[in-house]
């Protein structure tokens, strides 16, 4: 089973910023966050990812929570190429047995 | 950079029959892993390549199999194929084993009849 837990689907603007929440309350002290997306008919795209600290890339900025049960996906401008679905992961580095992907948040940005 | 790259995209097969599904990795990239993608299970880990060696292996029955090149291209084979078998078999690679940090392939679209 996933260790996080998702909305099932989120709409947002285009040109507006998408908040996507990830509740992880049982993440432990090794794990870190990684966020993927699936557009539809490809492989999932790797985004972001965090262990404690907030992060930021070209894509995306993950917000982690102090107590670390909970993160926040932030795409600052979506785009209607922004549309698929977000998976959020917590998983240690060292072992792909965890890599244990959810039903994730499927994000339909709006024109 | 080319990405992962998977053959065939789309296969149809028997009940019964075997297929051998090919992945090759991003340049430079050593380790890889397959996931099996359905609508009522999700993505689920199959195994992880690394220096030609099965570094680990999900919840699967001995039917899959796979291996890995010396030059980090991989295969999966799944024998005796069932109809619950039918999915999408997604391939990615990473630099190192141990880094979920994954690039993954389109995948190929299994269908067993």
């Known amino acids: 089973d996933a260790k996080t837990t998702q909305p099932p689907s989120m709409d947002c603007a285009e040109g507006r910023a998408a908040n996507l929440p990830c509740n992880h309350s049982?993440?432990?002290?090794?794990?870190?966050v990684y966020w993927y997306r699936q557009i539809h008919s490809q492989g999932p795209q790797y985004i972001i990812h965090?262990?404690?600290n907030n992060e930021t890339n070209e894509m995306a900025s993950l917000i982690i929570t102090e107590d670390r049960k909970s993160s926040t996906l932030i795409l600052p401008h979506a785009t209607l190429r922004d549309t698929a679905v977000y998976y959020c992961i917590v998983a240690p580095t060292y072992n792909n047995n965890d890599m244990r992907f959810g039903a994730g948040t499927r994000l339909t940005v709006k024109p | 950079k080319a990405g992962v790259t998977q053959t065939p995209r789309y296969l149809i097969k028997t009940r019964g029959q075997q297929v051998t599904l090919s992945c090759s990795p991003i340049?430079?990239?050593?380790?890889v892993s397959w996931y099996q993608q359905t609508p009522g299970q999700g993505l689920q880990f199959l195994f992880e390549y690394f220096s030609e060696t099965q570094r680990n292996k999900g919840n699967f029955p001995g039917r899959f199999s796979g291996r890995q090149f010396s030059n980090s291209r991989s295969e999966m084979n799944v024998s005796t194929l069932e109809l619950g078998d039918s999915a999408l078999y997604l391939c990615?690679?990473?630099?190192?084993?141990?880094?979920?940090?994954?690039?993954f392939g389109p995948g190929t679209r299994l269908t067993v009849t």
């Open positions: 990615a690679s990473s630099l190192e084993p141990g880094t979920n940090e994954q690039y």
């Open positions: 965090g262990l404690k």
């Open positions: 049982t993440i432990s002290g090794n794990e870190y």
């Open positions: 340049s430079g990239h050593r380790s």
